[in-house]
């Protein structure tokens, strides 16, 4: 079939524009057939661009030319069509488009390009798997609801420029090709053609960069950052990420968090019409552990872990006692309305608690005669009481406990927490809830490397009055950073950072690293601290996951143009691909079979 060309056409208006006060105007559309429907005299078609849809009829006693055209159209054709604007018939009107109450007859017909049978449908129902959906993303991406959260993405990220554009933060680009340093997840690595046998790594943050720039006195910057990780994948993980980078000077946790509350405070009710109040609350992280079972809570409902070791350590539950004479502890919540939970219900909670790492799951239904559970024998009716007092409890409710080491039983109580939130909708949609937690730990030992390795970044800031620990009990120091948490997701994380020479080579020498190592790996941020580095702070947002909370997204492809999949590879394009023996030799490259 010949094709047509534009010539001297142009579009007048996109296919999601037109309304009454355009009816009688001659008009040129342009866009993909998105469905057609022939009654054999009058085909309708429906038009879609990125803007919506536009019924274009074509009507033999309007113009017979175009309408024996319009008969070979098929779904995903691209046309373009000269029409007149005219109101749809009474009763035909469609209350669920914005153009749905008028239509375009066709003088003129364009067919600009054909289309092989698409591999899935692309209107209505997503009929294909995730993986050949990745693999005609571009098909995928004709969908309105992809378009949608790409188009909000945008202007999320265009509210959040503005914003601290307002408030005197300067836009730096900083560099892709950098140098490979340790901690933290694996670099993705970048041969030098120029000096071979080198690497350059893909910056997993530009945390050194933007460091650098405040001793250069930039004083508060940000960035839109693409950033890399070679790591194991999972839903809410792509080896390339986009963060919110920013950094200030002489400033302290609460400079940090006040710009940052700012910036909610504003784009929420830009993009979503949802109010945002602020301060936002803040917690301790081991009070989060402790509370919540989580260093990222979801605070859109309740149900606190409550600890019972003291009421407890009396009973005649040998379980129980076991774990308590062992430094473990009982810890409990209690299920509004949980009574009616069925045995299966508790078996898979049960195999969760398990799962996690804990010994097991033990429960208690309050019905109208008292305590149906298998502790009920074991407990006196001063502890039931006491432990119904202080969890709140009343007939009808569930308590399930969990005894073990501290940190087993908050992890798996948290677990359990978030498991029974999703079952009985406690956190309903449409809502949001921050939260800050800070005071996380500065180090952690790592067995397998056999030191302490840092919780955040080694630049992390310790509190002033742990500084003494860290030569004896490094474990115990508390770091000055803080989280950022929405709706039970971390979408933030940042810290004061060491802007003094000594403090920064004391924490390396906590960390295990040798004068050599820290020399070679970091002596040009040394010698930059040297020269008069101002206090400093700063904060990356994760964007790909705000952005994908702000939309409802279920994951985070939906909210990326192009995504990897969960074996870290471009399906569109086959990325990682094997390249020739030439490009390796110019690199000083041989590889070694796998």
């Not at 749905?100 to 129902?125: S, Y």
């Not at 809410?236 to 920013?246: A, G, I, K, S």
């Not at 947002?541 to 995504?563: C, N, Q, T, W, Y």
Request: aromatic share 8%.
């Amino acid at each position: 079939m010949d094709i047509d060309t534009l010539k001297d056409w142009k579009r007048t208006n996109d296919c999601g524009s037109l309304r009454r006060d355009d009816i009688d105007r001659e008009v040129i559309l342009m866009g993909w057939v998105n469905r057609r429907r022939d009654f054999g005299k009058v085909t309708f078609i429906d038009l879609r661009d990125r803007s919506g849809l536009t019924q274009i009829v074509f009507d033999q006693e309007f113009d017979k030319t175009s309408h024996k055209k319009a008969g070979v159209l098929r779904n995903e054709w691209v046309i373009a069509v000269r029409g007149v604007v005219t109101a749809r018939l009474a009763g035909q009107e469609n209350p669920d488009l914005r153009t749905g109450d008028i239509e375009v007859k066709v003088k003129e017909l364009k067919i600009l390009n054909e289309t092989e049978v698409p591999p899935f449908q692309v209107d209505g129902k997503v009929d294909a798997s995730e993986n050949l959906r990745l693999k005609y993303r571009y098909l995928e991406l004709r969908r309105p609801a992809l378009f949608s959260n790409l188009a909000t993405r945008h202007k999320i990220a265009l509210q959040i420029r503005n914003l601290l554009t307002r408030e005197g933060f300067v836009e730096v680009e900083t560099p892709f090709l950098a140098k490979s340093t340790p901690e933290g997840a694996r670099d993705y690595l970048v041969p030098s053609r120029i000096t071979k046998g080198s690497f350059y790594a893909l910056p997993q943050s530009p945390q050194l960069f933007k460091q650098l720039l405040m001793v250069a006195g930039f004083d508060r910057y940000f960035q839109i950052v693409r950033c890399f990780r070679d790591e194991d994948l999972r839903a809410d993980r792509q080896p390339e990420f986009t963060q919110v980078d920013l950094e200030l000077s002489f400033a302290n946790e609460d400079g940090v968090m006040d710009v940052i509350e700012g910036m909610m405070v504003d784009l929420f009710p830009a993009i979503l019409d949802y109010p945002i109040s602020r301060p936002f609350p803040r917690i301790e992280y081991q009070n989060a552990m402790d509370i919540y079972g989580s260093d990222k809570p979801d605070t859109r409902f309740n149900m606190e872990l409550m600890d019972f070791s003291d009421l407890l350590k009396s009973s005649d539950f040998k379980v129980f006692t076991d774990v308590l004479e062992g430094g473990g502890v009982v810890k409990a919540l209690v299920v509004k309305g949980g009574a009616s939970f069925s045995r299966k219900d508790l078996d898979d909670l049960n195999r969760m608690v398990i799962d996690s790492g804990a010994k097991g799951l033990f429960w208690a239904k309050l019905q109208p005669d008292g305590w149906q559970s298998p502790l009920a024998k074991f407990l006196a009716p001063d502890c039931k009481g006491g432990v119904e007092e202080k969890l709140g409890a009343i007939e009808g409710d569930l308590i399930l406990f969990v005894a073990d080491m501290a940190h087993i039983a908050n992890e798996a109580l948290g677990l359990l927490r978030i498991e029974i939130g999703k079952r009985l909708d406690l956190a309903k949609d449409g809502t949001y809830s921050f939260l800050w937690v800070t005071r996380f730990p500065l180090l952690e030992y790592n067995s397998e490397e056999n030191r302490y390795v840092a919780v955040h970044h080694p630049f992390t800031a310790p509190l002033e009055e742990d500084i003494p620990l860290l030569a004896e009990r490094p474990e115990a120091v508390r770091a000055r950073s803080y989280d950022l948490v929405l709706n039970g997701e971390e979408i933030g994380g940042g810290s004061v950072r060491i802007h003094s020479l000594g403090l920064q080579n004391q924490i390396f020498r906590a960390l295990g690293l040798g004068e050599e190592e820290v020399r070679e790996k970091f002596g040009f941020f040394l010698e930059a601290l040297s020269y008069g580095a101002p206090p400093h702070a700063g904060i990356a947002l994760g964007f790909d996951r705000l952005v994908g909370i702000m939309v409802g997204a279920e994951s985070l492809r939906d909210v990326i143009a192009f995504p990897k999949t969960q074996r870290a590879t471009c399906a569109v394009t086959d990325a990682p691909s094997k390249v020739d023996r030439d490009q390796l030799a110019e690199l000083g490259l041989s590889l070694t079979p796998p």
